[in-house]
């Protein structure tokens, strides 16, 4: 049975803002005290848990929504400039919410088993691809980019073709702090979010659509984007 738009939509609405704060993770040279920071984030993961009962949407299809947004915030804290980063892998995401240090490779282990699921969950499938496009690595981080470059644009085409669009950032009202000119994440009290959404778009293009990927390339249109994203006070 189709999927409305309605309900397509609602698992990445969940997690939208969850998905931008980590470009602004991983761009940022300061981050506030570990512990605050992580408390935000939970309470972030708990908030869209408890909207996500509200809305029907099975445990388990949000414990492995979860698990992916934990791995993908997590990576993105550890490749950041911020200082203090080397505290967080006590306190990490992971080791809170699934008592884990392994997400790097639970993530691909998930990803494989909805992707091969039957019947498919192509909502938790899309949100596991903008993770990977938004910069998640995981196990294939030191080495292994070529397969994971294949694996993206396989995963693009798929989804594609199922869906006949492509998978984007919803434009709520609301959304987390990005990166400002200097790189340091702007409070995370809410900033306007156009320029992160447009940066997901400019990310989703690069890896999917274009014949020849080249990282650097994404690196700069990242770092250009976060420079003149619009800060609201």
């Known amino acids: 049975m189709p999927v409305s738009t309605t309900e397509r939509s609602s698992l990445l609405s969940l997690f939208n803002d969850l998905l931008i704060v980590g470009t602004s ?19 972030m993961f708990y908030q869209a848990n408890q909207a996500g009962g509200d809305m029907g949407i099975p445990k388990e299809t949000l414990r492995q929504a979860r698990y992916a947004l934990a791995a993908y915030l997590d990576e993105m804290v550890m490749s950041s400039h911020w200082p203090q980063k080397h505290q967080w892998p006590s306190i990490s995401l992971q080791s809170e919410l699934f008592s884990t240090d392994l ?6 282990q998930n990803l494989e088993e909805v992707w091969r699921g039957h019947p498919l969950n192509i909502d938790l499938l899309e949100l596991y691809y903008l993770c990977l496009v938004l910069g998640f690595e995981g196990k294939y981080k030191l080495q292994g ?12 085409r798929d989804i594609q073709a199922k869906r006949g669009e492509v998978p984007s950032l919803s434009n709520g009202e609301k959304s987390p702090g990005i990166v400002d000119g200097k790189g340091q994440i702007a409070r995370i009290p809410w900033i306007l979010g156009v320029g992160a959404i447009a940066l997901a778009i400019v990310l989703y293009v690069i890896l ?11 690196k700069a249109n990242l770092q250009v984007m976060a420079e003149k994203v619009p800060l609201k006070r």
Do not use: M, Y
């Open 25 to 43: 993770l991983k761009a940022a040279a300061e981050c506030g005290e570990p512990e605050t920071l992580r408390a935000h984030l939970l309470d």
């Open 103 to 108: 997400a790097g490779q639970g993530f691909f």
């Open 145 to 156: 980019r070529e397969q994971l470059k294949a694996l993206i644009q396989e995963l693009g």
């Open 208 to 218: 999917t659509i274009n014949s020849t990927w080249d990282a650097e390339a994404v």
